[in-house]
């Protein structure tokens, strides 16, 4: 990832508290071969998304058609997936999209957007609004909506 994409997804992430921490799992991409469908490419990755899940998470799939929320809908969820007691896994699937296992697997569904995001920008913007969604819990001043 770009530099601009690590300085902006780690400056993010230092300002949650512990309660809170943003943990950045990669999975690399699978390599493409002539023969490789989106389909298999998918498969191929999901069983590694799968395995990276921690046991008893709340997984959350970032997908388009997933439910959207304002800053203070979000921070609710947020205080919400703080109260299970469990790891909240959020799964963003790669350049094909998540597998349906992913999605099946999912206890929910969220979208950033109706656009189709960049990864790189998918990173920053994640991380940007769970800790605008955590200041809203938190009373810092940080996010200023009306």
Not at 23 to 40: C, H, N, Y
Not at 133 to 143: D, R
Request: hydrophobic letters at 40%; charged letters at 25%.
């Amino acid at each position: 990832m770009p530099e601009w994409v690590q300085d902006g997804f780690g400056e993010y992430a230092k300002r949650l508290p512990p309660e809170c921490a943003l943990k950045l799992v990669e999975i690399p991409a699978e390599k493409r071969g002539k023969t490789s469908s989106a389909e298999q490419l998918r498969a191929k990755e999901a069983e590694r998304i799968k395995a990276a899940i921690p046991k008893g998470a709340h997984v959350i799939a970032l997908e388009v058609g997933g439910k959207s929320w304002s800053t203070e809908q979000l921070s609710t969820q947020m205080q919400r997936w703080m109260r299970l007691g469990s790891d909240v896994a959020l799964l963003v699937g790669g350049p094909d999209g998540l597998d349906a296992s992913c999605r099946d697997l999912a206890n929910e569904q969220w979208s950033l957007s109706p656009l189709t995001l960049p990864h790189p920008l998918v990173r920053v913007v994640l991380a940007e609004q769970l800790y605008r969604a955590w200041s809203v819990l938190a009373g810092h001043p940080y996010h200023r909506g009306g």
